[in-house]
């Protein structure tokens, strides 16, 4: 158990809707990230979030956007959804943005658009 | 954006054997990192890396930070059944808040 929670765990939804996906980092962690797994892509870096500031962005899509809460916690929102948006959505979290701080993974979110 | 290039993409082995696969970039990195994902789970970190140059072992499991700083690879001796699943390699850049930057996988099945 990484210590990082994620929910759904899975999720079935409509092209054109609006799915919100939610993680708890790890305790005391500052850093979230969130990643997209999909079977032609890999593993994706989509935004990193530090301590409620939006911190790095990766490939993450206009239509999709994420935000940190004070008590750290992170939702990722992903809209207008594509049949490609189907992916595991994995998050992640770190102690700060030091040197050298270990990344824990969730077990992600699957989303399925159909 | 950097490119991390992981090979080989598959191996199928016989359970005893040992196993080799690396990485290569176009770019260096501050740290190297090795991750073995099992099917529906997430990426969970077998071996950190460093310095350049840094061999760290964590049982089976040997890895070697490059010491250009732009590759690593992993081995895992004498593999059983249960390492069954896909290895990542991951590079991380401090001044990029930390992020990492994933290779393609390579995905590892063991004949008992």
């Known amino acids: 158990d990484s210590g990082v929670t994620q929910t759904p765990k899975h999720l079935i939804t409509a092209t054109g809707q609006r799915v919100t996906l939610r993680c708890s980092p790890r305790?005391?962690?500052?850093?979230v990230y969130w990643y997209q797994q999909s079977l032609d892509q890999g593993l994706q870096f989509l935004i990193q979030y530090y301590n409620g500031e939006e911190r790095a962005k990766g490939n993450i899509l206009e239509r999709f956007s994420a935000q940190q809460f004070p008590d750290l916690h992170s939702e990722l929102n992903l809209s207008s959804l594509e049949l490609g948006d189907s992916a595991l959505y994995f998050c992640a979290s770190s102690g700060s943005t030091g040197t050298g701080n270990t990344i824990y993974f969730g077990e992600g979110s699957w989303l399925t658009v159909v | 954006g950097q490119q991390l290039n992981q090979s080989p993409q598959s191996m199928f082995i016989q359970e005893g054997e040992d196993v080799s696969m690396n990485c290569t970039s176009s770019?260096?990195?501050?740290?190297w990192l090795w991750y073995k994902q099992d099917p529906g789970e997430g990426p969970v970190l077998l071996i950190a890396l460093y310095k350049a140059g840094e061999l760290t072992s964590n049982g089976r499991l040997t890895a070697q930070f490059g010491i250009t700083r732009k590759d690593s690879f992993l081995n895992i001796s004498a593999s059983i059944p249960s390492d069954v699943g896909i290895y990542f390699c991951?590079?991380?850049?401090?001044?990029?808040?930390?992020?990492?930057?994933f290779g393609g996988g390579t995905r590892l099945m063991v004949k008992p």
């Open positions: 305790s005391g962690d500052l850093s």
């Open positions: 991951a590079g991380q850049l401090w001044n990029a808040g930390n992020m990492l930057t």
């Open positions: 770019s260096i990195f501050n740290t």
